[in-house]
T-cell receptor, first 112, second 111 residues
């Protein structure tokens, strides 16, 4: 069953901690993306990757880091430098850039 | 000016009516246009995409693109209460290798 899997669905972080959000896809897509969504707002691009071992900053990359060591995996680390990390995080993939993107089910991160 | 602009709504229509959702974009070089539906607390799901000027139909959904006026719209015929959701417009801007999203329009279909 092809798709994009994000884990965990809910995540609680203490202030000052780094946390890593997982994103795995078995669609054989080259491109992967991370977006952040705040209540009542659209999606803002954090990072994207066109191919393995390559990734680019999006509009709000500060306080975040990513890696793309495997085609199917694109984990996002929310570092302690991210001052307001509470949000809904969405991972997406597309066969190539500039084609339709498909989303995972999202991870809701809350700072406690 | 926002790169992709949508009226936040809510847009309220009675069941069985046509819902019309609009989106304008600022970059004339944009090539691809997408509509996503997002239910509350869920992730966006792709409804349809359009690349060329004119209309594209898929079941009850019709996407309309007018590049000269820089707008794209989504029509939903025979609206159902299950269509109640937020509809996100997304655009592939020239030179940018990821979708740019509007903030969405909330649609309410009244039974």
């Amino acid at each position: 069953d092809g798709g994009i899997t994000q884990s965990p669905k809910y995540l609680f972080r203490k202030e000052g901690q780094n946390v890593t959000l997982s994103c795995e896809q078995n669609l054989n897509h080259d491109a992967m993306y991370w977006y952040r969504q705040d209540p009542g707002q659209g999606l803002r691009l954090i990072y994207y990757s066109q191919i393995v071992n390559d990734f680019q900053k999006g509009d709000i990359a500060e306080g975040y880091s990513v890696s793309r060591e495997k085609k199917e995996s694109f984990p996002l680390t929310v570092t302690s430098a991210q001052k307001n990390p509470t949000a809904f995080y969405l991972c997406a993939s597309s066969s190539t850039v500039n084609t339709e993107a498909f989303f995972g089910q999202g991870t809701r991160l809350t700072v406690v | 000016q926002k790169e992709v602009e949508q009226n936040s709504g809510p847009l309220s229509v009675p069941e069985g009516a046509i819902a019309s959702l609009n989106c304008t974009y600022s970059d004339r070089g944009s090539q691809s246009f997408f509509w996503y539906r997002q239910y509350s607390g869920k992730s966006p799901e792709l409804i349809m995409f359009i690349y060329s000027n004119g209309d594209k139909e898929d079941g009850r959904f019709t996407a309309q693109l007018n590049k000269a006026s820089q707008y794209v719209s989504l029509l939903i015929r025979d609206s159902q209460p299950s269509d109640s959701a937020t509809y996100l417009c997304a655009v592939n801007k020239a030179g940018r290798r990821a979708l740019t999203f509007g903030s969405g329009t909330r649609l309410q279909v009244q039974p």
